[in-house]
């Protein structure tokens, strides 16, 4: 049977006192980019975190790989989620932080070396996170969400402190992760990133 990678049926939440998702639902398969567009706080964030069973719905449901998200490694192992930037560990490089990641994940993606490369990060590699610039910082976010294995990648703003020319990169990162059969669901306030993708809004007007 050909399995669905994210289904959302009907979600509803309010979020102090006010209606965020008001019957939102949305459906991917493998191998699909999903941008979610609309306006500052329209719930894109919020869509994103009920995805990955960290927002709890009023009413609704919420599968992905046909089960409901939670917070046991099985479900975390399958989707890697990219929001506000993570914690770094003190005392470790930018290489350090990606060969951590490559170690822990069986199957990783791709080396720490590669990411570093993919992500333009080689000449920063040994300054620790800290030191880098704040779209340095984010392109290390990414790679670390890249290199990892995953069937979901939620990215929340991945073009957050990106330039122009790293964005068009961005872009080409996530069409190559769809290809190889990824399902990518990403906020976005890029044009041409959502231009790459199918359009949905949680105010519920489905865009062009
Ligand atoms: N913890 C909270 N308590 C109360 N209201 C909240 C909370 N978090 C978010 N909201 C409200 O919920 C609505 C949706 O927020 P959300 O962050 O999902 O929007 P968004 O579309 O991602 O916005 P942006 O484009 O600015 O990132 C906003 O009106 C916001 O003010």
Known sequence: ???KSVVADDLHVALGGEPVLQGFSLSTSPGEIVAVVGPNGSGKSTLLRCLAGLQPVERGR?????VAPS???AFWRDVALLTDEPAWYPGLTSREHLE???AVHGKPRMTAETALGLFELTGRADAPPQNLST????RLSL???FLRPSRLLLLDEPERGLDTSFRVRLAELV??????????VMATHDPALADCARQV????QATP
Do not use: H, W
């Open 1 to 3: 049977m050909y399995e």
């Open 201 to 204: 809004s949680p105010a519920g």
């Open 71 to 73: 917070d046991d490694a």
């Open 135 to 138: 779209g340095q910082r984010q």
């Open 143 to 145: 790679a670390a969400a």
């Open 62 to 66: 919420v599968t992905v790989f046909g």
């Open 100 to 102: 951590l990641v490559e």
């Open 175 to 184: 069409a190559a992760y769809a290809a190889e059969g990824g399902t990518v």
